[in-house]
């Protein structure tokens, strides 16, 4: 497949790294230091048991030179999103797939003002990484349509690294993925505490109960 990833932050970074195993994998960053460093140096992607493995997807800032992609993966902060779409649009064609795995909700609307519904695909993932990366399950799904077109998709992913399944509850999983960030990792940031503590401090996990109540 041919797969550009909008944004080489730590995420982009980790797929992008990852998917480049089987697949025509461009990232596309802004920054022309970090995607000079990618160039010139490959990226490496260090594991939960601390085996390093070094990939070479291409990297650019520029996707004027590059085909039609099958898949697009945004990663950008969602305040981009848009903006990094309309300056890539050359990189979709009528059958690309646009794919968000952002934290939060509702990044379908951006995606649609670029393919209609049944090349939007949602996502949660519980991959994670600070150009350190940790494990988890991705699940993905079809905003209009049968979501069995995905399946090709959903295996590369398998095959790449990623634990990833077609869900017709994906939304379901996007929410209660943002419930858990508004919850825990917001706390986490604003007392500057690892996300054991949350659940150590009964203070703590006081917060984070009414923050979870107040988000549902």
Known sequence: MR???LGA???GILFGGCLSQENQTWLVDVNQERVKTITDKGVKIREMDGTDRLFYPGAVTDT????????????VKAMFTREALEANRNLIGPDTYLMTLQNGAGHEKQLLAFVDRSHVIIGSTQHNSSI???????AIGLLGG???CLQKIADTFTTCGFDCVISDQVQYQIWDKLFLNTAASSLTAILQVPLGFILEDSYACEIMEKLAREAV
């Open 3 to 5: 797969i550009a990833i």
């Open 9 to 11: 932050g730590a995420m």
């Open 64 to 75: 004027a030179d590059l085909p039609q992609m099958d898949l697009v993966i945004i990663f």
């Open 132 to 138: 350190l990366a940790g494990g988890g399950r991705t």
């Open 146 to 148: 049968s979501g069995s």
